[in-house]
């Protein structure tokens, strides 16, 4: 099983820039990354990336977030810049592991942009 434990989220105005952090713990992981969900709408895949380095993103959020990863502290992060009020929701991280590709979510960090 693999533990995630996310931070990072808050209020930030609009055109501003936050930054997520989730730390994962266990071993074979194959993929990280974040969905979102604001109110009244279905969770959304926000990015992604797997354990060689690639990338894959919403294109809501192209050119304006960035994914990384952190092999050494087991942590991915979540660049969030130009932020829009519509990026308003609550962002969950998840990790892909072991050899049937298991799925564990992190709790969910809040993040409101908004003057």
């Known amino acids: 099983q693999v533990q995630l434990v996310e931070s990072g989220g808050g209020l930030v105005q609009p055109g501003g820039s936050l930054r997520l952090s989730c730390a994962a713990s266990g071993s074979s992981i194959n993929a990280m990354g974040w969905y979102r969900q604001a109110p009244g709408a279905e969770r959304e895949l926000v990015a992604f990336?797997?354990?060689?380095?690639?990338?894959n993103y919403a294109d809501s959020v192209k050119g304006r977030f960035t994914i990384s990863r952190d092999h050494a502290k087991n942590t991915v992060y979540l660049q969030m810049d130009s932020l829009k009020p519509e990026d308003t929701a609550v962002y969950y991280c998840y990790a892909r592991f072991g050899r049937y590709n298991m799925r564990s979510w992190g709790q969910g960090t809040q993040v409101t942009v908004s003057s």
């Open positions: 990336i797997t354990s060689g380095g690639s990338t």
